[in-house]
């Protein structure tokens, strides 16, 4: 049994800074991969994109994570969206 | 001990999920009708990055203030009232920069002078008169008189013959009691052109007077 606790407790505290770790260097890069696609593109909805993204590196720098992820996911899809519209 | 397991399972599984709040909330009424009326006047087009802002903004508020964790009212109300002024600066940006006015031009079909001469023909008289009728009918507008050459000859000339084309127009009306502060001229000589100045119709369309509304 106290194998058991032992490797819950492992997994929660893996779960929490693993995926923290993870997702640091993985909203940044999108960040910076964004910018970059985006570069020259002042069409609303890259404006849009940018913005979220801002508050996803922010979200990120408070370790809100998920939430992070959620803001990236919505740049990412404005960014799509202004590509066509460059 | 099991559910302790459970626990950290679950949590393992949904450490990295996440989800933006619904901006349907009622705290976020003014700025939501804010943003729409910006979006309405044009901003979107007219004001894309602080239209931009402000959209993500009322995101960013929704979130902090649906959030359970760590709830921080005065910051909530700062995020609010941020995105709220920045909709309405968006809105004033939008209402400028969108709503250029259109400019009007009458054309006066048919107003002649004679050759290289800023004296008016006969016919074109009955023309003028009926421009005198419109701006009698609308006394609420200011126009230029707009005269304009062919290229023919050199520049500097047209642009003179122009002036004075346009003037004799605006006598013609100050001469029918048109208030001279309703009336400009302006002579843009062959800088203008509407047609093709190396064929006989086109130097035809290119002579000619127009009334600038302002």
Redesign the interface.
Known sequence: ?KR??L???A??V???SA??AD?KVSVDDRYDSLYAQLKDN???Q???A???A??AVEEKMQH????????MD?AEEHAAQAGSMK | ?KR??L???C??M???????ASTQISELDEARAMIQQAKDAGA??CA??L???A???M??AA?EITDEVGSHPDENAELLADALATAKKAYVKAKKGCAKPVLEVIRLEGVFFETNSAKLTVASMAVLDNAVKTLQKRADINVEVAAHTDSKGKAAYNLGLSNRRATSVMNYFLGHGIKAARLTSQGYGETQPRADNSTVEGRAKNRRVSLRVK
């Open positions: 049994m058991l606790s490797l819950a407790v997994m929660l893996f779960a929490s995926a923290a997702w002042n069409s609303y890259a404006h849009l940018r913005e979220f801002s508050v809100d994570i998920g939430v992070a992820k959620a803001f919505k | 001990m302790i397991f626990l950290a399972a949590t393992a949904t450490a990295c999920t996440g989800h933006i979107e087009k894309p990055a239209q931009a802002k959209v993500v903004k995101y960013h979130h």
